[in-house]
């Protein structure tokens, strides 16, 4: 159920260059499950910026009844919602849109799971929940630079890790998908999280696996009233058919949607 | 007794706030989170003849205080509106009042024939002021003959009262709501969104795919309010006020400069609940401000106070 909940911060703190992990208690948790969805985030009870921020959920934790995001701070919306110090309320809408499917892996096969940048975060939770099933799991996350690594060591306790990053400064020189290519084992599902040139890149590789690619789009109500955020489909690609991806994704199938 | 309660041409309100239309889609998302049967009315997204896809993205861009929005008006089309939407909203004790739009005078009367038919749609709101297509919509709300024409056309076919929801973009919104009330209007819907655009500071391009797009949220709430005021004066139709309203108290002041009945549109995204709370609220207000009920409240800037006198007392 989606619901508007005034969750408390428990904590903040930047993790890499503008990136910030701010976790999150409030009665939301109990509606959350499925990774890969997003929370709207209202970062000021003033009217600038006007709407709300969606931001995917990187981790669950039932138990504490907390969740995790992470966030580029980037422009006025991201900058106040950098400034929250913990015990102070956040305004939150969700859990809102379609996640990564855990279903889609069965107990004992590989799933890689490939980020780049910003949105290496809801691969995180959906690493967790593999891993818990059962399924293999490789992580494969792509940065700019050195200083914008983050998450790293997480991953690596959940399976093998790569790092990438476009100026060598860290980890492999390159992009996610010179290792995707290279990888010696077959996976039996991708699931990636990132620039919209990247996830092409995915699609477009041609992979014998199940592909599910997270969009990303300048939203308006988040929950599929406004029309703002729709794409068309693969198979109609100029016609009339659409999907919004705010409900009917983030998450896609690679070639549901033209990206 | 309610003290909410609106009586409009088609319209009996329980309350008078709704969901403007391009806000509330057909409903189904909002009915998640609520009861539909505490609203007033649903002003339901704008249909045209034949299915749009709309606009390229970005649709949506920003400025303090208000939206920018450039959807142009995605819809399916006619027969699946009336075939699927509003079969789906007929569980709903609620008037729905259809945005009727097209690019051709053929079209707004091909939709209205068929969509003032479906059982649930108790008025028709006649949009002549949509900013983001190429042809029609804003085209027919900025000329007075071509506006009175319209809706006289559309009267003529309708088989609910037509209210026409009118484009702040003109330089003379009475002759624009003189000329439409001339046509046979039986109200009146405004504001809609005000044409504005913003620029990206890397790209010196602007953010909409569509370059300019319709102005909306509380940033336009004193234009909508100066012009219901001027227009509630000089035509003998009630109107739909609506313009940025977030809260209750805004509600107020639109009957305060003329309207009727309100519809709340951005806020709607950012306070998926705007609607309900509102409701909620008014009677509380009204209270605070002295009136038995929310109609003692319409035209209260420019109506001289003798007349309301007798409620007061």
Known sequence: MIINDQCTVVSQQQIAESIFELVLSGKIVEEMNEP?????????????PMLRRPISIAAINK???????IYRKQGRGTSLLANKKSGETVDILGPLGNGFSVAEANIGETAVLVGGGIGVPPLYELAKQLVTKGVKVISILGFQSQSAVFYEEKFASLGETYVTTVDGTYGKKGFVTDILGGLVVQPDVIYSCGPTPMLKAIEKGQYAAKVFLSLEERMGCGIGACFACVCHTKDDPAGHTYKKVCTDGPVFEAGEVAI | MSRLNIELPGLSLKNPVMPASGCFGFGKEYSQLYDLNVLGAIMIKA?????RF?????????????????????????????????????????????????STEEDYVRVAEVISKAPNVHALELNISCPNVKTGGIAFGTDPEMAKNLTKKVKAVSEVPVYVKLSPNVSNIVSIAKAVEDGGADGLTMINTLLGMRLDLQTGKPILANRTGG???????????????????QVHIPIIGMGGIQSAEDVIEFFYAGASAVAVGTQNFIDPFVCP????ELPQLLTQLGYQHISECTGRSWKQHEQFAYHRA
Request: aromatic share 6%; hydrophobic share 40%.
């Open chain 1, 36 to 48: 890969g969805r997003f929370v709207h985030i209202k970062v000021t009870e003033g009217l600038d």
């Open chain 1, 63 to 69: 138990r504490s009844n907390e969740f995790t995001i």
């Open chain 2, 47 to 51: 249909t045209t003849p034949e299915p």
């Open chain 2, 54 to 102: 709309g606009n390229p993205t970005p649709r949506v861009a920003e400025t303090p205080g208000g939206m920018l929005n450039a959807i142009g008006l995605q819809n399916p089309g006619l027969e699946k509106v009336v075939s699927e939407e509003l079969p789906w909203l007929e569980q709903y004790e609620v008037p729905i009042i259809a945005n009727v739009a097209g």
């Open chain 2, 215 to 233: 102005l909306s949220g509380p940033v336009v709430k004193p234009v909508a309010l100066r012009m219901i005021y001027e227009v509630s004066q």
């Open chain 2, 277 to 280: 709370t509102i409701i909620d």
